[in-house]
């Protein structure tokens, strides 16, 4: 709120008090005042003083002032001379708007002793506005048949100022057709009518143009005007005329929807509804309505559905122009339509064989179709073709057929599917194309037997294997398709007879897949070969055959077999030594053969335990047992030696045997010297030794062949009876023997038969036969060793 309006509020709230409390103390003469508006502020317009008739003291001593009804300070009062001054600027206009007279009430309060007088200020009007008019421009349409004497009332022109400042009076230009006439209207307000002195003529002038004045009563007046803009309104009195009564037109018929036709126009002399037209068809028929539509203002004619000239090749249209007056003009549109290369050749396949099998013959008949353009000339008449590098031929027939066939055999191995392109091109402007694409399947014929991916096969089982192993794959593909490459697989009989090749694989006949059915032994078969055989299941059905060779792997699965000494004799063997044996004497060898090969089969042997230590020792590698010092008197005539006879395997295994050696005196036995004693010079009584060995060897030559002749007596007689006690085995030793002295004591194709004879004590006897195997092995025979001689 602004500080003055809070200053009247609060001066209204006290007034109000004032006057409730002393209703009494307001006069009732009501001073009257008056000022023309827009004086200027100070301008004196009464004195309070000589109304009241007081001293001009009293003004300030009881505190005198103006206060209006609306609380504005129009007035102001001075209290020293008591004249009522005017505070600002009035404007009746504002103050009063249209109102006559203008009167602001107001009172002069005196509040010591509380005391009001009435009073009232009389603002007079001056001719400070013009008058004017609401449109400046005014359109008055009146037709040219108007009878003469017609008034058309005109807008009043607005004044703010009242009384004789407002407008008293309106003139006109002059003008042959009309003049002005005044009317008075409530309030006594004048406002103009324009009268028609004559009839009008729209063709000699369509448009007449007049200036009205609006007067006020004002010293000096004021004046307004206005524009009358008469038009003269045409009467129908003219039909609307074709600029021509026939219109040819060719239209192409690709021509799209909406595509503008034509357009017809028409005039007509007549102005304004009269002289309006609107286009439309008449009498025209269905076909026409469906295919063209026409604009009503424009007479635009556009394309409302396609064209087709195989169709309709004319159309006729009607068309008529109707003016606001329902007057009607008629015309003619030929419309012709072109013809165009619009339509496409067709393709209709009549008949199509898919698939084929390939192994048909030439010219077998693939598909059956025929072609079809409908447009005429050139633009019906047709190209045939298809891909180049296809198998294929394209045959015309009758009329419009045409036939598919094939050029030659076809390989589906080679391509199963073919996807062939028919292109139709007719030979219009511009030329339209056609393609359809037929794919066609070529059947599969059983012509691929099945292939191995290899000739031969090489598989490895290692022995002791479990039942039912997987030891290998053999996979054999075929181009076929189907069941003409739906593969069975089978194991073909062998050609060894003695190889009982179905206790030993099996083959997956789905797959391929190989297993062991039992457990392979080395020893007994080392390795063998078949043959697996995989057919299709066409008509007939196509095979392949393919080599396996299958090599069991060794493994250390046997414990060396002990040849000699044997240990399972009836007899324990007993070697004899002669007290005057040297260091390093052979007093035997101990063979053993195991039935493993590669390092399984390597020997090594050991002493573990001896009755006296110290006095033998064994050669690791070939098993040769020597003296190692001379004997003494103090030795025991008995020795015991337990021998560990092990292979190189992985577990190793070993076996232990056992040597009983009994000293003699004075047995003659060659004395085998080491290496490094034979090596020694002769000593100088060389001759008298050489005379003690001849006669030694004399005697063992006789002694020799008596034992030997004993021992052969006794052998043909104990024979038959030592065979069931397991004393002298017989035949071949399992596996082959392994030679386990560096120079080859032992050939592995030597097996031996050992005999002994004797009863007791120190008429026991050895002697080792060798036995040739009468089966050699497979990869080679080793002739017989040097080395093979009786230990």
């Known amino acids: 709120m602004e500080p003055g309006e809070r200053i009247a509020l609060q001066m209204r709230q006290v007034l109000l008090f004032f006057v409730f409390l002393g209703g009494s103390l307001v006069l009732s003469e009501t001073w009257s005042y008056s000022v023309a508006e827009e004086t200027d502020i100070g301008s004196f317009i ?108 005109m807008d009043s022109a607005q004044d703010s100022d009242v009384g004789m ?3 008293q009076n309106y003139t006109i230009s002059p003008s042959p057709y009309f003049h002005l006439k005044l009317k008075e209207g409530d309030k006594g307000r004048k406002y103009p009518e324009l009268v028609l002195d004559r009839s009008l003529d729209r063709e000699r002038e369509p448009k007449i143009s007049l200036i009205l004045t609006a007067l006020d009563g004002g010293s000096p007046p004021r004046s307004g005007t206005a524009l009358i803009q008469v038009v003269i309104m045409d009467v129908n009195d003219n039909a609307p005329e074709f600029e021509r009564t026939l219109y040819e037109v060719q239209v192409p018929e690709n021509s799209p929807v909406d595509s503008l036709v034509t357009t017809v126009s028409a005039t007509d002399s007549d102005m304004g509804t009269n002289g309006e037209i609107t286009y439309s068809f008449a009498h025209v028929s269905r076909e026409v309505w469906k295919t063209f539509e026409i604009h009503p203002i424009s007479g635009d004619i556009y394309l409302k559905a396609l064209l087709d000239f195989e169709v309709t090749q004319s159309y006729t249209i009607n068309v008529q122009a109707i003016d606001g007056g329902s007057l009607s003009g008629k015309s003619t549109i030929i419309v012709k339509v072109m013809d165009v290369n619009d339509n496409p ?113 090489t598989m490895y089982v290692p022995e002791n294997n479990s039942p039912a192993l997987h030891i290998g794959t053999v996979r054999a593909t075929d181009s076929d398709s189907g069941a003409n490459a739906q593969l069975t697989y089978s194991l073909l009989p062998p050609h060894d007879p003695h190889l009982a090749l179905a206790s030993l694989v099996s083959i997956n006949a789905d797959n391929g897949q190989l297993f062991a059915l039992r457990a392979l032994d080395y020893e007994a078969l080392q390795a063998f070969e ?27 699965d046997n414990a060396p077999f002990v040849l000699y000494p044997l240990q399972n004799a009836s007899a324990p063997c007993t070697e004899l030594l002669p007290r005057a044996a040297e260091p390093g004497y052979l007093l035997t060898k101990v063979v053993a053969v195991d039935r493993d090969s590669g ?36 030795d025991a005539p008995r020795h015991r030696l ?36 034979a090596r ?112």
């Not at 078949?530 to 007939?540: E, K, L, W």
């Not at 002493?607 to 033998?616: I, V, Y």
């Not at 009876?721 to 030793?733: D, I, K, T």
């Open 530 to 556: 078949f043959r697996v055989g995989a057919a299709d299941r066409g008509s007939p059905a196509l095979s392949s055959q393919a080599l396996v060779r299958v090599l069991v792997l060794d493994a250390n």
């Open 680 to 791: 020694q010079p002769a000593q100088p009584d060389a001759l008298t030794l050489y005379l003690v060995i001849a006669l030694a060897s004399v005697s063992s030559l006789f002694l020799f062949s008596l034992l030997l002749f004993v021992a052969l007596r006794l052998c043909r007689r104990t024979r038959p009876a030592s065979l069931p006690g397991g004393s002298v085995p017989e035949g071949r030793f399992p596996g082959h023997l392994l030679d386990v002295s560096g120079a080859g004591t032992l050939s592995h194709s030597y097996q031996y038969e050992v005999c002994l004879a004797g009863d007791s004590g120190t008429d026991e006897f050895k002697f080792l036969k060798p036995i040739y195997p009468n089966i050699l092995d497979q990869n080679s025979v080793d002739p017989p060793s040097n080395d093979s001689a009786a230990i």
């Open 345 to 457: 050749p067709e393709i209709a396949i009549t008949s199509l064989t898919s698939p084929i099998p390939e192994n048909s013959l030439s010219e077998v008949v693939v598909a059956v179709f025929s072609l079809r353009d409908q447009d005429s000339g050139d633009n019906g008449r047709m190209i045939c073709s298809i891909q180049e590098n296809l198998p294929f031929l394209l045959k015309p027939t009758f009329k419009n057929f045409y036939t598919l066939v094939t050029e030659g055999p076809l390989d589906r191995e080679s391509r199963a599917e073919y996807n062939i392109t028919i292109t139709v091109t007719d030979l219009g402007t511009p030329r339209l194309k056609t393609q359809h694409n037929i794919t066609l399947q070529v059947s599969d014929v059983n012509d691929n037997a099945p292939a191995f991916s290899q000739a031969s096969y």
């Open 46 to 153: 009464a004195n309070v003083i000589k109304d009241m008739g007081s001293g001009v003291e009293d003004l300030a001593a009881r505190g005198a002032r103006v206060i209006f009804d609306d609380y504005q300070p129009y007035l102001r009062l001075d209290l020293q001379t008591g004249n009522l001054l005017l505070n600002e600027q009035l404007d009746r206009e504002a103050l009063c708007d249209t109102s006559d007279p203008c009167i602001l009430h107001f009172q002069v309060l005196f509040e010591n002793p509380l005391q009001f007088f009435q009073a009232e200020l009389l603002v007079r009007d001056i001719n400070d506005h013009t008058p004017t008019f609401l449109e400046k421009d005014i359109s008055l349409k009146i037709s040219e048949g108007t009878t003469p004497g017609t008034s058309f009332q």
């Open 165 to 167: 400042n407002g407008v």
């Open 599 to 634: 390092q399984n089969a390597w020997l090594s042997f050991q002493l573990l335990k001896a009755t006296e230590p110290g006095l033998f020792g064994v050669w690791p590698h070939n098993g040769e047992v020597r003296t190692a010092r001379l004997l003494s008197e103090r």
């Open 642 to 677: 337990l021998l560990l006879v092990k292979d190189n395997g992985e577990p190793p295994q070993s076996a232990s045997v056992t040597l009983h050696v009994l000293l003699v005196d004075g047995f003659s036995q060659p004395y085998l010297p080491p290496p490094e004693v």
